[in-house]
């Protein structure tokens, strides 16, 4: 199978995310620096953990003087989608992705570079992925610095119409898939029907939200793999038939 | 905060986190060939993707109004299979004159 491997090619595609990271992490700054870190402690947690729900959820615990049990299970519940999107990008990374590399790869493996990563037809190699990652982080940093210097210089409208900016990106992945092909649509339809369930639902709402996307994504995911289970390679010779 | 106590808390977090991401990773370095799994794998990243979309995004800004704007012009523009910047901005542009609307009225 084809392997994308260019850095050139992972920094352009890493780009977008970082636009898109820019205003989340201006958030997490300001949010940094009125619950009392100083601006350097706010850059290095952007800078060491790439999560922006991870850290939003820290900073409390950090600042209230929190336990480090407390801290930890935290970052494990919100956190832990990221194993099952480990293990989906495990079977996506080329031939030319050796052990040590797979290291470095784990620290970026956000949500969003996860999604183009797998966007991709082809496999991805290390070189493209350094690319991938390097531009968002770069975003995420700088926008937590903005942020925690410069919070209060933005208008209240402009901050809140950024807070849409990740979700139109998550959209603009799923949505052209789902177009194209019914049991996708049908099982995005489905995990978000859970979503809802868990969001709104009583004592269910009461789930913290790393749960609840596990949840939600495992049982949908493995519902239809069960239904209709189906392979890259099927996918790409039904779009190429349908032309 | 102090220093000491934040280089604690910096070091637990961001090892719990890289954890999470690492060991899965690392462990499975081999490809898979059992279809269910392979299936299940394929559809994961949709399904991620959308149960942290919806119904999240409809409280990402000041007024759930605006937000319902900018997610549908969203999905419009990924119909028009816009790229994920054009997507991005579109929707935050709806969710900024849908606001200006909205506050002067």
Known sequence: MNEINSFKKGIKAGFPICVGYFPVSFAFGIFSVENGLSVL??????????????????VPIMVGGGTIIELILSQLVINSRYSLMSVSLS????????????????????????????????????KYMVGLILTPV??????????????????????????????????????????????TALC????????????????????????????????????????????IEEIKEEVENNG | MDNTKFFIYLLVMA??????????????????????????????????????TVPACFYATNSYISAIVGFVVAVVAALFKRSLVQVAVFSCVAVFVVEMIMNSI
């Not at chain 1, 784990?106 to 496999?123: L, Q, Y």
């Open chain 1, 41 to 58: 402690q706010a850059v290095l947690i952007s800078l060491t953990n790439l999560t922006s729900a991870g850290q939003l959820a820290a």
């Open chain 1, 91 to 126: 079977q996506k990374l080329g031939k030319s992705v050796k052990m040590p590399h797979r290291f470095l790869i784990a620290f970026g493996n956000t949500d969003e570079i996860f999604a183009v990563a797998s966007s991709n037809k082809e496999k991805v190699g290390f």
């Open chain 1, 138 to 183: 770069i975003g995420w940093v700088s926008g937590t610095l903005t942020g925690a210097i410069a919070g209060n210089i933005l208008p209240e409208i402009v901050i809140s119409a950024l807070g849409l900016a990740i979700y139109g990106m998550f959209i603009a992945i799923v949505v052209p898939v789902i177009k194209e092909e019914k049991w």
């Open chain 1, 188 to 231: 995005v339809a489905t995990s978000i029907v859970l979503s809802c369930i868990f969001y709104y639902a009583p004592v269910l709402k009461e789930v913290p939200t790393g749960f609840t996307v596990i949840i939600c994504a495992v049982v949908a995911s493995a519902l239809f793999a069960f239904i209709k289970p189906i392979t």
């Open chain 2, 15 to 52: 090892g719990v986190t890289y954890l999470v991401r690492m060991v899965p990773l690392v462990l499975v370095n081999k490809p898979i060939k059992n279809k269910y799994i392979l299936s299940f794998l394929y559809y994961v990243p949709y399904t991620v993707l959308s149960v942290m």
